[in-house]
């Protein structure tokens, strides 16, 4: 099995010298360290995206990430997302511990699908 490499020092480089990267989509197992050494490289400049939202979503929040592509079950992401965000990091992590539980993503919850 191959090792990741983290924060290659051409994604500093590119940052600095290239005014168009401003964002990397980070997809890889485990992705926490990768968030953390990109964000320190690039002194939290450069936008992240968490490419895989479920399992490591809570981490990937907890780190620092700017975005995720959550792909199927958007809604349920969102709402995560939303929660953590509102500073309600407990009932994020029991509405993520729910959707990974459910085998087939059916979650209902107390607000609407288009909350903001």
């Not at 360290?33 to 990937?60: D, F, H």
Request: proline share 4%.
């Amino acid at each position: 099995m191959g090792r990741t490499r983290i924060a290659r020092p051409d994604d500093r480089r590119l940052f600095e010298e290239l005014e168009p990267f401003r964002c990397i989509k980070v997809e890889t197992v485990p992705a926490g360290s990768k968030y953390t050494a990109i964000l320190a490289a690039t002194g939290g400049r450069l936008n992240i995206s968490a490419g895989w939202a479920v399992p490591q979503l809570i981490e990937a929040l907890d780190r620092g990430v700017h975005a995720v592509t959550p792909g199927g079950l958007h809604w349920v992401i969102v709402e995560v997302v939303r929660r953590y965000r509102a500073g309600d990091r407990a009932s994020a992590r029991a509405l993520f511990d729910r959707l990974l539980r459910s085998s087939a993503g059916r979650i209902s919850t107390s607000t609407s699908r288009t909350s903001s």
